[in-house]
């Protein structure tokens, strides 16, 4: 061994690149206050102290052991189809690692999906949605692939505990919540045929009644993105009718792998996808030989059933997005603290400083708005909820997994660039957040689609006057001196978006899609801007702590306020000032921000 590698080795050569963290020493609950700010805001009370301590061990997990096999199973464990057996009988068994399996265990024994139906035993209550998707943030800072196979098993649970008969519900859904592996049944969807890809309705797969089994059918078609192929339990659109085109002809049916006597069902698997990330899940081509399949519901409200399942995956996908942001920020902030450049530590340049408040202004913000809009849907499924908010529902769900799905790739890509040269090497996990952010916008809808399902509640169900109207009470209700300039501009943008959607109503078609997403930008940066500035109030008065108004204001700046003189002149630089401060989660005084200038803005 040379002198040189010798003393790289004992670390005397240089010791500027940053040292791994042992998982051991981390914990992802741990290590973000705000996940503690929002599990205290959105959880009923009596679940804080036990959500508090099963976020702390899945937190301490994901960072640790849950990590480890998540960069074994994205670079040399992919899941692989044994195709045929040794008599050549097509079999189509997907094979997962052992890691795999045991992450399958350890995140459904949390409960991420039983505890949705069934009562936690130290409560004696269930839980809502919001401590499912808790779990979900942690986990998807580690693996969000497998994030993937959680949410389709929450849809399939979902469908078959709204709309199944009990027959289906006492064959399946104790299987798709259960906590034990040995017992768990996991879900699949699959509706992506390659002539239709996003429009549903031009889907071929046909489902024909089997004779003297009533709502027992056999399904022949192709499934050309079917992701967690092998699932025990598929929902799959077909259609019933040739009559009706579209998809008022499909009907929904849950295709278990295995039938109920035992034998395998008619499902071929031709070959697994070679996909860019998310390389956890399984992705194949299925072709559905006469499979057998029991229908669901009514056979005319199949894709509205899908639709509702579709919206729950969507939260997911919001979901995944915050927390491959909240990891690349996780990252990002130890790497440019430990990384030295002309003599000191790369955080301590302004320039770094603004990239790094940067990503925490993106991941705080939407996560806050996330768990806001997950709120409402907690009230829609428990009943609480009424007309309107199941409106608003269906408005903010597109408008959040559009907007986040594009911040996680950006929040990978700043990650990797703090990182520098390092950031693009695969032995970190920069690189995988980012393969993994790219599927986000993809899945459940890419951007275009959102816009023109956001302009089908918009038309449908006046949706955005619902908007509109929760935003006018936000900022009416707000009381706080250090509000009052928020809500004065939240009052005007809104006259300005009311505006804007009167005269797009009256355009043609094409104008009107064309302007869709920056209809779409301008709600989101409204609805974002009232939580920020509802939370800012909260912790004030709770707390004393004035933090979230400087990330309010930065908000603000970024997403609503003219730059003038391209805001090169007459920037206090916020975001520098207090940066140890927003980055740590340590309390900013009000007295701190009465001081500056930036706070006194008029609109």
């Not at 399904?219 to 079917?226: H, I, N, Q, S, W």
């Not at 509702?308 to 790497?335: D, F, P, Q, T």
């Not at 689609?449 to 900022?475: F, G, T, Y």
């Not at 005269?503 to 409204?526: C, N």
């Amino acid at each position: 061994m040379s002198d040189l590698q010798a003393k790289i080795d004992q670390r005397r050569y240089s010791d500027n690149i940053p040292h791994p963290r042992a998982g051991s020493q981390q914990n992802f609950f741990a290590a973000d206050p705000n996940l503690a700010f929002l599990l205290e805001r959105y959880l009923p009370a009596p679940m804080h102290d036990w959500a508090k301590q099963q976020l702390g061990w899945l937190g301490a997990h994901a960072a640790g052991p849950l990590d480890e096999r998540a960069a074994y199973t994205d670079r040399d464990g992919k899941p692989h189809l044994r195709k045929y057996n040794r008599l050549g009988e097509d079999v189509s068994e997907i094979i997962t690692n052992e890691g795999y399996k045991q992450t399958v265990a350890d995140v459904y024994g949390a409960g991420i999906v039983h505890y949705l139906y069934h009562d936690i035993p130290e409560l004696g209550f269930k839980a809502p949605y919001s401590y499912s998707f808790l779990l979900g943030y942690l986990v998807s800072q580690t693996e969000p692939g497998f994030y993937c196979p959680v949410t389709l098993t929450m849809s399939a649970a979902y469908l078959i505990d709204k709309y199944g008969d009990e027959q289906q519900k006492e064959q399946y859904l104790s299987g798709l919540t259960s906590r034990d592996r040995r017992s768990l049944y996991e879900g699949a969807t699959w509706l992506t045929e390659r002539q239709g890809g996003s429009d549903v309705g031009a889907n071929l797969t046909v489902a024909k009644p089997t004779a003297g089994k009533p709502g027992v059918y056999q399904l022949t078609g192709e499934k050309f993105f079917a992701s967690n192929a092998g699932a025990m339990v598929a929902t799959v659109l077909a259609r019933i009718d040739d009559s009706k085109p579209g998809t008022k002809g499909l009907g929904l049916f849950l295709v278990p792998w295995v039938r109920p006597d035992g034998t395998r069902n008619q499902i071929e698997v031709r070959r697994l996808k070679d996909k860019l990330g998310v390389n956890a899940v399984p992705s194949a081509e299925v072709l559905l030989h006469g499979a057998e399949g029991y229908l669901i519901g009514q056979p005319e409200n199949g894709f509205k059933y899908m639709a509702e399942a579709l919206n729950l995956s969507r939260i997911c996908n919001a979901i995944a997005s915050v927390g491959i942001m909240r990891r690349a920020l996780y990252e990002a902030k130890y790497y440019a603290s430990e990384r030295r450049a002309f003599q000191k530590p790369i955080d301590q340049y302004p320039m770094v400083r603004e990239m790094l408040v940067n990503l925490l202004l993106d991941t705080e913000v939407s996560t806050g708005a996330v768990f806001d809009m997950i709120a409402v849907y907690d009230r829609v499924q428990d009943g609480s909820g009424g007309r309107d908010e199941l409106a608003l529902c269906r408005l903010l769900i597109p408008l959040l997994k559009y907007r986040t799905g594009e911040e996680a790739v950006e929040a990978a890509h700043i990650a990797i660039e703090i990182h520098g040269g390092n950031g693009f090497i695969e032995e970190y996990v920069t690189p995988r957040l980012l393969r993994d952010a790219q599927v986000l916008t993809v899945w459940e809808g890419t951007s275009n689609i959102l816009a023109l399902d956001i302009l089908r509640v918009m038309q449908k169900e006046n949706s955005h006057a619902v908007l509109i109207r929760l935003l006018r009470s936000r900022a009416a209700g707000w009381h706080h001196a250090f509000s009052r300039p928020f809500a004065q501009l939240l009052q005007s943008e809104l006259a300005v978006l009311e505006e804007n959607i009167a005269y797009l109503l009256q355009q043609s078609p094409d104008y009107l899609s064309y302007k869709l997403k920056a209809l779409a930008d301008h709600m989101i940066d409204l609805y974002t801007l009232s939580c920020i500035v509802s939370e800012a109030e909260d912790q004030l008065l709770r707390d004393n702590n004035a933090r979230k108004y400087v990330l309010a204001k930065l908000y603000a700046n970024k997403h609503l306020l003219p730059k003038t003189k391209r805001g090169i002149q007459g920037d206090e630089l916020l975001d520098v000032h207090f940066f140890r401060e927003l980055l740590d989660y340590e309390p900013i005084p009000l007295e701190a921000l009465q001081q500056q200038s930036a706070f006194l803005f008029a609109t």
